[in-house]
């Protein structure tokens, strides 16, 4: 790079800083910042255009075109040669503008008589904010190093433009952050809530976007990069037994810590000018450009490695911490690209809902989102570069759409949505302490699924006959070490204290799949669903599972006791897993420990072969809960947290409600209690299936059994069951439309 192109530029953004230093308006100040940078690059024009909403730009100062123009000359995304810039993110550079691809003359600035032109976007962490243009009569092709200078000016415009410093009369100056926006995502868990924006991670504020001394500022990025590679390499020793994923991502900072074009980059824009913090977010903003271009998933994951890495260096550059001393609101929604179950759970209940920029599903966030019947959108894509701490907010976890800083016309709708759903609710309260019992008199049990001590206060409220299914993997999944079996113990005495002798099916640890623990070696598997997990596990290092056994007897203590072993697939296996609990009962009766007073000891039932089983294992085991979730998966093969084929096949496909009628059948003979505890569970119609088909207990989350109770109790459960045999002999594929037709009729 030229030296005298490196002084020019430094005193330019030295005049930058000045002219935004005076206390003047805004219009003032964008005014005389196109003069100065007119008269640095030797321009006869210098124009910067803001967005006045997603889709228009507006020319909000100018040195050189019409003034006349300013505020009333606007254009569409796409449209001119500023409107390509826009629209690509991307530098115009020519000296032919007229006959340039896209050119659109624009009468009111006069500016047919400039031959060159030349355009930066001006953006911000891959926000992009506007257009800045230089122009002039003589045909001229900016050189490479006068692009960068005038890129890194609009770096400094942008870092500026953040702050607030041209706030103007203006709509399109202080149109950033103000506007009203709409991000369609996934739904990760139901509700809808309203509230105020909580940021998990605040965003870094740079407020010294321009230096003088760039030795300075070289020495204090070379320090906090060397501090950066420290911590990384810190991290990767601590980090050394845990989970793959976690190690790619470790190294994949430690590459970029020490990426010497990373560092040349960074060192350049410094001595453009730039303060060490401003050159880390130019870098930053220009990988996230990248990002939005690139498709490949594994290329997208480094580059937010990149960019969480940039954050980590602006952290140590400025000092802030998460730390801003901005105060949470007291209906916090919480924003973050992603969050750990264990960060998630010190919020707690106080979070009204949570909206994720990636997630699945499946990860344990969700999990403990679902665990606290908070809305849960995953997905949102680029929310945390959106949201400011304290915006008014809007999540429906139903449909996966957030509303940022909605309109009143949102507004009254979404109240509206939220004012219907506490009015059911309400009629669910009302019919809390009834049977769900159907018209023609057939009795259903619901039951709860939870996971969490949190859950249990649902279970008086909901009107849960008891808890059908605790997940105890959420305590292994939650912390960054096994955790111990007196904590165990306490923790599930407690679940049976809060249920107050209700009866709680304890399911034994399910790891494995999408359930991977962060302190044990991950399994290099190529179908983790179809692999090494749950009571696989247990049998292969009973270790953990002789631990967790003799928890839960310490925990009952004296009390009955109801255990079930996940993911049972033969007689065989369950015969095992129940030999080691005679083993553990054995154990603490030698210990003089109290044994329960009852004890059940039963299997889920997840794989098809289960279903086939010999009449002996049927017999055998107290208690048959059908995991729909996992059954469903193996018997459609279809990945449950594949989005492209989970929902390819419906619960009440014929085929799948006749497996299940032969798994009712097969329990009424032998006398086996059976209930179902997968999702499908708690979604009515499927409901009422399943309770035709002979399922009389139903496990599901505590919000549904309301829903699922109320319309129990208006059908008439041997009418849905003569419809469903009646759509199979019709050879329907799914018998859904036959029942909803059926219920539509007011039955
Ligand atoms: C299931 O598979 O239906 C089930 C309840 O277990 P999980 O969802 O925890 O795998
Ligand atoms: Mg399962």
Same mark, same amino acid.
């Given at each position: 790079?030229?030296?005298?192109?490196?002084?020019?530029s430094?005193?330019?953004?030295?005049?930058?800083?000045?002219?935004?230093?005076?206390?003047?308006?805004?219009?003032?100040?964008?005014?005389?910042?196109?003069?100065?940078?007119?008269?640095?690059?030797?321009?006869?024009?210098?124009?910067?255009?803001?967005?006045?909403?997603?889709?228009?730009?507006?020319?909000?100062?100018?040195?050189?075109?019409?003034?006349?123009?300013?505020?009333?000359?606007?254009?569409?995304?796409?449209?001119?040669?500023?409107?390509?810039?826009?629209?690509?993110?991307?530098?115009?550079?020519?000296?032919?503008?007229?006959?340039a691809?896209?050119?659109?003359?624009?009468?009111?600035?006069?500016?047919?008589?400039?031959?060159?032109?030349?355009?930066?976007?001006?953006?911000?962490?891959?926000?992009?904010?506007?257009?800045?243009?230089?122009?002039?009569?003589?045909?001229?092709?900016?050189?490479?190093?006068?692009?960068?200078?005038?890129?890194?000016?609009a770096?400094?415009l !942008?870092e500026?433009?953040?702050?607030? !410093?041209?706030?103007?009369?203006?709509?399109?100056?202080?149109?950033?952050?103000?506007?009203?926006?709409?991000?369609?995502?996934?739904?990760?868990?139901?509700?809808?809530?309203?509230?105020?924006?909580w940021?998990h991670?605040?965003?870094?504020?740079?407020?010294?976007?321009?230096?003088?001394d760039p030795?300075?500022?070289?020495?204090?990025?070379?320090?906090?990069v060397?501090?950066?590679?420290?911590?990384?390499?810190?991290?990767?020793?601590?980090?050394?037994?845990?989970?793959?994923?976690?190690?790619?991502?470790?190294?994949?900072?430690?590459?970029? !810590?020490n990426?010497?074009?990373?560092?040349?980059?960074?060192?350049?824009?410094?001595?453009?000018?730039?303060?060490?913090?401003?050159?880390?977010?130019?870098?930053?903003?220009?990988?996230?450009?990248?990002?939005?271009?690139?498709?490949?998933?594994?290329?997208?994951?480094?580059?937010?490695?990149?960019?969480?890495?940039?954050?980590?260096?602006?952290?140590?550059?400025?000092g802030?911490g998460?730390?801003?001393?901005?105060?949470? %609101?007291?209906?916090?929604i919480?924003?973050?690209?992603?969050?750990? %179950?264990?960060?998630?759970?010190?919020y707690?209940?106080?979070?009204?809902?949570?909206?994720?920029?990636?997630?699945?599903?499946?990860?344990?966030?969700?999990i403990?989102?679902?665990?606290?019947?908070?809305?849960?959108?995953?997905?949102?894509?680029?929310?945390?570069?959106?949201?400011?701490?304290?915006?008014?907010?809007?999540?429906d976890?139903d449909?996966?759409?957030?509303?940022?800083?909605?309109?009143?016309?949102?507004?009254?709708?979404?109240?509206?949505?939220?004012?219907?759903?506490?009015?059911?609710?309400?009629?669910?309260?009302?019919?809390?302490?009834?049977?769900?019992?159907?018209?023609?008199?057939?009795?259903?049990?619901?039951?709860?699924?939870?996971?969490l001590?949190?859950?249990?206060?649902?279970?008086?409220?909901?009107?849960?006959?008891?808890?059908?299914?605790?997940?105890?993997?959420?305590?292994?999944?939650?912390?960054?070490?096994?955790?111990?079996?007196?904590?165990?113990?306490?923790?599930?005495?407690?679940?049976?204290?809060?249920?107050?002798?209700?009866?709680?099916?304890?399911?034994?640890?399910?790891?494995g799949?999408?359930?991977?623990?962060?302190?044990?070696?991950?399994?290099?598997?190529?179908?983790?669903?179809?692999?090494?997990?749950?009571?696989?596990?247990?049998?292969?290092?009973?270790?953990?599972m002789?631990?967790?056994?003799?928890?839960?007897?310490?925990?009952?203590?004296?009390?009955?006791?109801?255990?079930m072993?996940?993911?049972?697939?033969?007689?065989?296996?369950?015969?095992?897993?129940?030999?080691?609990?005679?083993?553990?009962?054995?154990?603490?009766?030698?210990?003089?420990?109290?044994?329960?007073?009852?004890?059940?000891?039963?299997?889920?039932?997840?794989?098809p072969?289960l279903?086939?089983?010999?009449?002996?294992?049927?017999?055998?085991?107290?208690?048959?809960s059908?995991?729909?979730?996992d059954?469903?998966?193996?018997?459609?093969?279809?990945?449950?947290?594949?989005?492209?084929?989970?929902?390819?096949y419906?619960?009440?496909?014929?085929?799948?409600?006749?497996?299940?009628?032969?798994?009712?059948?097969?329990?009424?003979?032998?006398?086996? %209690?059976?209930?179902?505890?997968?999702?499908?569970?708690?979604?009515?119609?499927?409901?009422?299936?399943?309770?035709?088909?002979?399922?009389?207990?139903?496990?599901?989350?505590?919000?549904?059994?309301?829903?699922v109770?109320?319309?129990?109790?208006?059908?008439?459960?041997?009418?849905?069951?003569?419809?469903?045999?009646?759509?199979?002999?019709?050879?329907?594929?799914?018998v859904?439309?036959?029942?909803?037709?059926?219920?539509?009729?007011?039955?």
């Amino acid at each position: 790079m030229a030296q005298d192109t490196q002084t020019e530029s430094r005193k330019l953004l030295g005049r930058l800083r000045d002219a935004l230093a005076e206390d003047s308006a805004g219009q003032e100040r964008l005014d005389k910042i196109t003069s100065l940078i007119a008269s640095s690059m030797g321009t006869e024009v210098c124009s910067i255009y803001l967005f006045r909403d997603d889709e228009t730009l507006e020319l909000c100062a100018t040195e050189g075109l019409n003034p006349e123009a300013v505020h009333q000359t606007r254009m569409r995304v796409g449209e001119g040669l500023v409107g390509r810039v826009a629209r690509a993110s991307s530098v115009v550079n020519t000296d032919d503008a007229p006959n340039a691809k896209g050119f659109r003359y624009m009468p009111e600035t006069g500016e047919e008589i400039f031959s060159s032109f030349c355009g930066v976007p001006v953006q911000r962490l891959g926000d992009n904010l506007g257009v800045l243009v230089v122009q002039s009569k003589e045909k001229r092709t900016f050189s490479l190093d006068e692009v960068y200078a005038l890129e890194v000016v609009a770096m400094v415009l !942008a870092e500026m433009t953040e702050l607030g !410093a041209f706030i103007g009369e203006g709509a399109a100056m202080s149109a950033l952050h103000q506007q009203s926006e709409m991000f369609r995502g996934t739904s990760g868990q139901e509700g809808a809530s309203e509230g105020h924006v909580w940021l998990h991670e605040p965003r870094v504020v740079v407020t010294n976007p321009v230096a003088d001394d760039p030795e300075v500022e070289l020495k204090r990025l070379n320090d906090a990069v060397e501090e950066l590679r420290v911590g990384v390499d810190k991290m990767l020793d601590t980090a050394a037994r845990g989970d793959k994923e976690q190690l790619d991502v470790l190294e994949a900072y430690r590459m970029f !810590a020490n990426s010497k074009g990373w560092m040349r980059r960074m060192e350049q824009d410094i001595s453009r000018g730039l303060s060490a913090e401003a050159a880390v977010e130019m870098e930053q903003s220009a990988a996230r450009s990248r990002m939005e271009q690139v498709t490949d998933a594994y290329l997208r994951e480094r580059l937010h490695d990149l960019d969480d890495l940039s954050n980590r260096l602006l952290r140590i550059l400025t000092g802030q911490g998460s730390e801003t001393g901005a105060e949470m %609101p007291s209906d916090p929604i919480l924003i973050a690209r992603n969050i750990g %179950p264990g960060e998630l759970l010190e919020y707690g209940r106080k979070l009204k809902g949570i909206v994720l920029e990636e997630g699945s599903v499946g990860s344990h966030a969700a999990i403990v989102a679902r665990a606290l019947a908070i809305p849960l959108v995953i997905h949102a894509d680029k929310i945390t570069t959106e949201a400011l701490n304290g915006d008014h907010i809007m999540v429906d976890g139903d449909q996966g759409i957030v509303h940022l800083r909605p309109d009143d016309t949102v507004v009254t709708a979404f109240r509206d949505k939220i004012a219907m759903a506490t009015q059911a609710q309400e009629r669910y309260a009302s019919i809390r302490d009834k049977d769900a019992e159907s018209r023609d008199g057939q009795l259903v049990h619901l039951h709860m699924n939870a996971g969490l001590m949190a859950d249990l206060p649902s279970l008086p409220t909901s009107g849960a006959e008891g808890v059908g299914l605790f997940r105890t993997e959420l305590q292994f999944l939650i912390r960054n070490q096994m955790p111990k079996r007196t904590e165990l113990a306490q923790l599930y005495g407690r679940v049976m204290d809060a249920a107050e002798g209700k009866r709680v099916v304890f399911r034994t640890l399910d790891i494995g799949s999408d359930k991977v623990l962060p302190y044990m070696a991950p399994q290099d598997e190529p179908n983790p669903a179809l692999g090494w997990r749950a009571v696989r596990v247990a049998l292969d290092k009973p270790g953990v599972m002789r631990m967790q056994l003799q928890a839960l007897l310490r925990g009952a203590n004296g009390r009955p006791l109801t255990i079930m072993f996940p993911f049972i697939a033969q007689y065989e296996e369950y015969t095992a897993a129940r030999a080691e609990v005679d083993k553990a009962m054995e154990r603490e009766r030698i210990l003089g420990h109290p044994l329960p007073e009852t004890l059940e000891v039963g299997a889920m039932l997840e794989t098809p072969s289960l279903g086939f089983a010999p009449k002996k294992f049927y017999e055998e085991v107290d208690f048959l809960s059908i995991g729909g979730n996992d059954l469903k998966q193996f018997f459609f093969a279809a990945d449950r947290e594949n989005e492209r084929v989970r929902r390819r096949y419906d619960t009440l496909n014929v085929s799948f409600l006749t497996f299940l009628e032969g798994i009712v059948n097969r329990c009424i003979d032998t006398g086996t %209690p059976l209930s179902f505890c997968g999702e499908d569970a708690g979604r009515p119609i499927e409901a009422v299936c399943l309770a035709a088909m002979g399922l009389r207990h139903l496990s599901m989350r505590p919000a549904s059994i309301g829903p699922v109770k109320s319309l129990l109790r208006r059908v008439d459960l041997s009418e849905v069951r003569r419809v469903i045999h009646q759509a199979r002999e019709q050879g329907d594929q799914s018998v859904r439309p036959a029942v909803m037709e059926y219920l539509r009729n007011g039955n």
